[in-house]
Antibody
């Protein structure tokens, strides 16, 4: 079965950094574009970042709200995707979901990693 | 950037009723190359991650009950839930993936 498991969330102070991870299994990871989507407490879903596959040069894309501060990366040998978050702001507080394009964009989702940015 | 306008914000229904949720995009989501609309619908129950219901505007994901129907093309899309069940009470979101990705603001389906 397809499985996405996020880890690495936690409480950090403003301007600090945090890296969250997602372990994938149950599908051919190297063939799948990967995404991060977040949801602030009580709010809707917001797409954060996308990374394509090796044939597409691992191209990356970001929401304007995180561009220049967040970096998405992947390690196909480990079936892992990462989100490096720098210069964190209080408005980055959210549940961060790892999602995959197993057959179509965002058809598989993890259970989420909670990130809280507070002083 | 494509803006997705989803309505209504919330909906109170009784079991057995039919409901419709709408999403309007600021530009066409129809690909001229494959004639597919890059529009998906998700269901999110409290405390859970989102679940894909419909993709390419009208194709039901495997395992999704046939009371969930997606329709529309271009800029106007609808999710219809016929014969609403208690288990359908959740938040629903549309997503465009024609150009980058944008979610609608969401619709909360509640019990009347």
């Amino acid at each position: 079965a397809v499985q996405l498991v996020e880890s690495g969330g936690g409480l950090v102070q403003p301007k600090e950094s945090l890296k969250i991870s997602c372990a994938a299994s149950g599908f051919t990871f190297s063939n799948a574009a990967m995404y991060w989507v977040r949801q602030a407490p009580g709010k809707g879903l917001e797409w954060v970042a996308r990374i394509r596959t090796k044939p597409n040069n691992y191209a990356t894309y970001y929401a304007d709200s995180v561009k220049g501060r967040f970096t998405i990366s992947r390690d196909d040998s480990k079936s892992m995707v990462y989100l490096q978050m720098d210069n964190l702001k209080t408005e980055d507080t959210a549940m961060y979901y790892c999602t995959a394009a197993v057959r179509i964009p965002m058809d598989a989702w993890g259970q989420g990693a909670s990130v809280t940015v507070s002083s | 950037d494509i803006v997705m306008t989803q309505s209504p914000f919330s909906l109170a229904v009784s079991e057995g009723e039919m409901v419709t949720i709408n999403c309007k995009s600021s530009q066409s989501l129809l690909s001229s190359g494959n004639q597919k609309n890059y529009l998906a619908w998700y269901q999110q129950k409290p405390g859970q991650s989102p679940k894909l219901l419909i993709y390419y505007a009208s194709t039901r994901q495997s395992g999704v009950p046939d009371r969930f129907i997606g329709s529309g093309s271009g800029t106007d899309f609808t999710l219809t839930i016929s014969d609403v069940q208690a288990e359908d009470l959740a938040d629903y979101y549309c997503l465009q993936h024609y150009s980058y990705h944008t979610f609608g603001a969401g619709t909360k389906l509640e019990l009347k």
